[in-house]
């Protein structure tokens, strides 16, 4: 793969060993700034029909909001909106395209961050692979039976395409240890209720804030008591 062309995939492993602790540690900022975010959405008809798209927004805008990031949703098929410093075209299929699909690690979101990316950003997420997932987990409270509850899916969906707007805005290459932008989820946290193994790390929200300085070009701007994971 060319260095000017870097694949950033969520990928999904049995066993993920972490040295990170949650912590509410402050990030300087003014809790009143806000940058925001443009998202172009395109869900497959088929899955608007399980009504999971609910629950993914509204997993992707608590997990981005303590950071100060304030998603803006439109239909893709609507009106273009006004440009923002960053946009986003989402995606949500039942499966990725051929050549994200490999058999393990399960991939289940993707985004092309280039150099020279597009005024729309790419990111792709996979119904298919995220249900299929949800539904091998060990027998819980939110798994019985393999059934798999709409919001749960929700919840993973959520999870999945917050993980891949954090390479938009926290700029490539960047997985981390742990937290939000660690390279493999554990299925056993996909759609439970506890938000904290989402949070940014320290380091990633000191980044965080950098990379949002020089994208709205206010030298000023700050976060100031948003939740991070201290890495021992």
């Known amino acids: 793969m060319s260095a000017l062309r870097r694949s950033a995939p969520v990928v999904l492993l049995l066993l993920l060993a972490g040295n990170a602790r949650g912590v509410h540690t402050a990030v300087d900022a003014d809790a009143g700034e806000r940058f925001d975010v443009a998202i172009r959405l395109r869900v497959d008809r088929s899955i608007e029909a399980r009504r999971v798209t609910p629950f993914m927004k509204r997993e992707v805008e608590a997990i981005w909001e303590p950071y100060g990031v304030?998603?803006?949703?439109?239909?893709?098929?609507?009106?273009?909106?006004?440009?923002?410093?960053?946009?986003?075209?989402?995606?949500?299929?039942?499966?990725?395209?051929?050549?994200?699909?490999?058999?393990?690690?399960?991939?289940?979101?993707?985004?092309?961050?280039?150099?020279?990316?597009p005024a729309w950003r790419p990111i792709r997420v996979s119904f298919d692979a995220t249900e299929e997932v949800l539904a091998e987990r060990a027998l819980t409270r939110a798994a019985v039976g393999g059934m798999v509850l709409e919001r749960d899916v929700g919840l993973a969906l959520g999870r999945v395409l917050a993980h891949e707007i954090g390479h938009v805005l926290l700029g490539p290459p960047f997985h981390d240890r742990a937290g939000l932008m660690r390279a493999a989820f554990r299925p056993t946290e996909l759609a439970e209720p506890d938000r904290r193994p989402f949070r940014l790390t320290c380091s990633g929200a000191t980044r965080l804030r950098n990379r949002l300085r020089a994208l709205s070009g206010d030298p000023l701007r700050e976060r100031r008591g948003a939740p991070c994971i201290h890495i021992q």
């Open 70 to 117: 304030r998603l803006e949703w439109t239909d893709a098929d609507g009106a273009e909106t006004p440009a923002k410093s960053v946009s986003l075209d989402v995606t949500v299929e039942r499966e990725l395209e051929e050549r994200y699909r490999i058999r393990s690690p399960v991939v289940l979101g993707h985004t092309d961050v280039t150099p020279e990316a």
